[in-house]
């Protein structure tokens, strides 16, 4: 379907501590560093995937396109909740809330909004939540992985701890 490429650079460092005959003590510890990028798609450029953990109206949640990471997650930006002082007032006729001049009405992404309804920024400043306010905000590759050995002889038996 498509290809990618991954770069990075790891590293580790082990000293003993202690090398005696019947006793050794030994510590280690590595970093790693990995970047990734999609060099292709194949006929696509991007897609979107859902996997409706926020919402299954807001839509697709991981962004994928050339020149990206597998894994970057896409979407609005949370800007609370709606409260009260968010509305003009309330029209029982419509069953809905009036929201003030200048608070970005995100109804057309989470339904009907009303206090306590999620609130959503409105990046390019139209007054309106739509799918124009999505973009990259967060990747689920970390960042650098590693961990830390410790391990141990006493007599012919041995123990050791990793962590990572």
Do not use: C
């Amino acid at each position: 379907m498509g290809e990618n490429q991954n770069q990075g650079i790891e590293t580790t460092l082990n000293w003993y501590a202690v090398n005696n005959r019947n006793f050794t003590l030994s510590l280690s510890g590595n970093i790693g560093f990995n970047r990734t990028e999609i060099q292709s798609l194949g006929i696509m450029n991007d897609f979107g995937y859902d996997t409706y953990w926020a919402s299954s109206e807001i839509g697709y949640d991981y962004w994928i396109a050339k020149g990206g990471a597998v894994g970057q997650m896409f979407g609005y930006h949370s800007d609370g909740r709606y409260e009260v002082s968010d509305f003009e007032r309330y029209n029982a006729s419509a069953n809905r809330w009036i929201l003030k001049e200048g608070v970005a009405d995100a109804s057309g992404v989470v339904g009907n909004i009303r206090p306590g309804s999620m609130k959503l920024k409105d990046l390019d400043d139209n007054g309106i939540v739509n799918v124009d306010d999505r973009e990259i905000i967060g990747d689920a590759n970390p960042v650098h992985t590693g961990g830390f050995t410790i391990n141990s002889t006493f007599h012919g038996f041995d123990i050791s701890a990793a962590f990572n």
